[in-house]
T-cell receptor
Framework: DTGVSQDPRHKITKRGQNVTFRCDPI?????LYWYRQTLGQGPEFLTY????????KSRLLSDRFSAERPKGSFSTLEIQRTEQGDSAMYLC???????????FGPGTRLTVL | DAKTTQPTSMDCAEGRAANLPCNHS???????VYWYRQIHSQGPQYIIH???NNETNEMASLIITEDRKSSTLILPHATLRDTAVYYC???????????FGAGTQVVVTP
């Protein structure tokens, strides 16, 4: 257990539905990252926050994806109108500003039917 | 960020040292070398990182060649729990996104 928690751990949804995932980072960590991982591939960067500011977004993050970190603590990742291609493991990581060893959560596995 | 090249897979006997190579021939002077690993069904785990000098911690040693075009991660006494995918990553600075490749699947056998 790294101290980063994600909820839910598994989500099965039907195509076209909206889903929201939550990440709770290690409490003193001010940086928070989202990654996506498909089977057999390494994680791909989606976006990252420093405190509540979203500082970078990948081109992978289409208009259907939105991430927030309203109070600089937990973060949510929402996918609207899910597609089968969104099926993946969604990973959250957090780090300190002064030492960027990223601590990863266990991930949320999304299956879109 | 510079790209890395790693073998797809390698086996290692339990109790022996595992030497994991990584090529990063286009690395720039301000890019660090990071190693993470991912045990099946878990998130990635930080192992070690370095810029120019060799580094050692409780998990592993990192040997970076003098020209910095390649590096080797050494697990001194591999155990079955070291079976994982190992990722070599280079990036500018010591913070920001990580760009993972496919990594090396390491299987430690009894």
């Amino acid at each position: 257990d790294t101290g980063v928690s994600q909820d839910p751990r598994h989500k099965i949804t039907k195509r076209g539905q909206n889903v929201t995932f939550r990440c709770d980072p290690i409490s003193e960590h001010n940086r928070l990252y989202w990654y996506r991982q498909t089977l057999g591939q390494g994680p791909e960067f989606l976006t990252y926050f420093q405190n509540e500011a979203q500082l970078e977004k990948s081109r992978l993050l289409s208009d259907r994806f939105s991430a927030e970190r309203p109070k600089g603590s937990f973060s949510t990742l929402e996918i609207q109108r899910t597609e089968q291609g969104d099926s993946a493991m969604y990973l959250c990581a957090s780090s300190l500003r002064t030492r960027d060893e990223q601590f990863f959560g266990p991930g949320t596995r999304l299956t879109v039917l | 960020d510079a790209k890395t090249t790693q073998p797809t897979s390698m086996d290692c006997a339990e109790g022996r040292a595992a030497n994991l190579p990584c090529n990063h021939s286009t690395i720039s002077g301000n890019e660090y070398v990071y190693w993470y690993r991912q045990i099946h069904s878990q998130g990635p785990q930080y192992i070690i990182h370095g810029l120019k000098n060799n580094e050692t911690n409780e998990m592993a040693s990192l040997i970076i060649t003098e020209d910095r075009k390649s590096s080797t991660l050494i697990l001194p006494h591999a155990t079955l729990r070291d079976t994982a995918v190992y990722y070599c990553i280079v990036r500018v600075g010591s913070w920001g996104k990580l760009q993972f490749g496919a990594g090396t699947q390491v299987v430690v056998t009894p």
